[in-house]
């Protein structure tokens, strides 16, 4: 069957790099937006958010540090990076601060005495790269960085009073993360599927990245202390307990670590891929056509039968079929026997007033919102209706839902999908509108060490092209050009 399709790793359309200026063109008003000054002013206050910090209070908007604890070799590299991707994904300014890079920065592994007790020269660089990367973690919050989550074992009181320190010193607020992992088959996995990849251990056999990795967190865990609620009675914690078995939480505030908490809850390190598609041609899409419920074209119905017998064929274990509640998805899906939910908030973006409307029609009616889109894609709201960051921000619990669950095939729309493809693949904000989703493909995601790699599926049934590609200004283009000469000179 997979002969059939022609299968290549998702790229973006060239030409989508050099943009990141910022917005104050407003559309022209359409007419109706003087009827309803309340949804008005909510449309046009809204219309520009870099960032969903400012939606919380100035309480909130304090900097957060995220500490993670534990041994060597229990996920923490794991945990910190894919928090970071979700946490940027729902618009906070995120970034990892990994101590092993630091020190990688400043000498050559050697092996695992490094890590022993009583190694001074060890102590002393290990106590600088905390050091360093505390620094460089206050330079991040000071250049408009809002999360910033520290990759390190944390494993001594002595070195978590440090970090507290710095926290309360600068008023930042501090939540810990725990990895403890009793399983030892998940170390194992983790040393013999991870570690001998890291950069400590180039030319090493597999053997010999056992040994040494073995010795390390034997090294660590004399002198590691776990998070002790009567010790440290008044941080903010969470344990998670054999990747997600269960959890103990103590003393957390706020809504960003409770926020924290919800994902990391959600999380699981099971083998499973996710599928997506987007419905078949539609009856909207011939006529280029936004918004609506209409049905399948001819050769919609085409793929739906298709997609069918290609998902049988695969012989997915236990998978099940989410659809939005459109018609078009649900025709879509309807020949493909599994357990099937529909899920509004898997929806196509509400595009308001240009609901029904072709894009010839919205250029001649309303030009102000095309330009507005092509500055902003993301950020730019249709009046009465929603943009790319309220989408994100609808589409959370299916993230989470996707995250707990095992195999699942997601049947939704071309922005929806976007917006999924750039929780999965990281991708900035600015770009997830120009991610490139064309009709009658199917996208196979399968976890690697950490992320995801994507594979597209095209069925060779024709359909219309949807994608409208970006507007790469003169400005972009000289940008693009320059770095092109100075990487030639
Ligand atoms: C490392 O140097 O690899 C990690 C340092 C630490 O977090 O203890």
């Not at 794991?78 to 920065?105: A, D, P």
């Not at 776990?226 to 997600?244: M, R, T, W, Y």
Request: include cysteine; proline fraction near 5%; charged fraction near 25%.
């Amino acid at each position: 069957m997979t002969d059939l399709h022609q299968e290549s790793s998702l790229v973006l359309r060239p030409g989508d790099k050099y943009r990141s200026f910022s917005v104050n063109i407003l559309p022209e008003e359409p007419e109706e937006l003087h009827l309803h000054d309340v949804r008005k002013e909510r449309h046009f206050s809204l219309i520009h958010r870099p960032s969903v910090m400012e939606y919380y209070s100035d309480y909130l908007q304090t900097p957060q540090i995220v500490a993670m604890v534990g041994l060597p070799a229990r996920g923490k590299t794991y945990i910190s990076k894919k928090l970071c991707r979700y946490l940027n994904w729902i618009g906070f300014r995120t970034k990892v601060f990994n101590l092993g890079e630091y020190r990688r920065m400043k000498s050559t592994y050697e092996d695992h005495s490094l890590f022993k007790k009583g190694n001074l020269e060890g102590e002393a660089l290990r106590e600088q790269c905390a050091i360093e990367a505390l620094e460089d973690t206050c330079l991040w919050f000071e250049n408009g960085g809002e999360i910033a989550i520290i990759d390190a074992t944390n494993s001594t009181r002595e070195r978590r009073e440090m970090i507290k320190s710095v926290v309360d010193e600068k008023g930042y607020k501090l939540f810990y993360v725990e990895s403890i992992c009793t399983d030892p088959e998940i170390i194992k996995k983790n040393i013999t599927e991870v570690k001998v990849f890291s950069p400590d251990y180039k030319e090493k056999t597999t053997e010999e990245v056992v040994k040494d990795f073995t010795q390390r967190i034997q090294h660590y865990a004399e002198q590691y202390m776990p998070l002790d609620e009567k010790e440290e009675p008044d941080v903010s914690f969470i344990k998670l307990i054999n990747a997600g078995e269960s959890v103990e939480i103590h003393k957390h505030e706020g809504p960003i670590q409770s926020r924290i908490i919800y994902y990391l809850m959600n999380l699981h390190i099971l083998p499973r891929n996710i599928y997506f598609t987007r419905h078949g041609e539609s009856e909207f899409n011939l006529s280029d056509r936004v918004g609506g419920d209409s049905e399948l074209s001819p050769r919609g119905k085409e793929y739906a039968l298709a997609l069918a017998k290609f998902v049988a064929g695969m012989n997915i274990p236990d998978l099940r079929v989410w659809t939005s509640v459109k018609q078009r998805t649900i025709s879509t899906a309807e020949h493909i026997a599994c357990p099937q939910e529909r899920w509004k908030v898997l929806n196509e973006i509400d595009v308001g007033i240009c609901d029904g409307m072709s894009y010839e029609e919205v250029a001649m009616k309303y030009p102000g919102i095309r330009k507005a889109r092509e500055m902003d894609k993301f950020h730019y709201r249709y009046p009465h209706g929603e943009n790319y960051q309220d989408v994100t921000e609808r589409l959370e619990p299916v993230i989470m839902e996707l995250e707990r669950q095992s195999n699942v095939l997601v049947v939704c729309h071309e922005a929806v999908l976007r917006c999924l493809l750039g929780y999965f693949l990281d991708i900035p904000q600015r770009e997830i509108p120009y991610i490139y989703v064309p009709l009658h493909t199917f996208f196979r995601l399968s976890p690697i060490t950490y992320g995801c790699k994507v594979q597209h599926i095209k069925f060779p049934i024709p359909c219309v092209e949807t994608f409208v590609p970006k507007v790469v200004f003169i400005l972009y283009i000289i940008t693009a050009m320059t770095l092109v000469v100075t990487q030639i000179l």
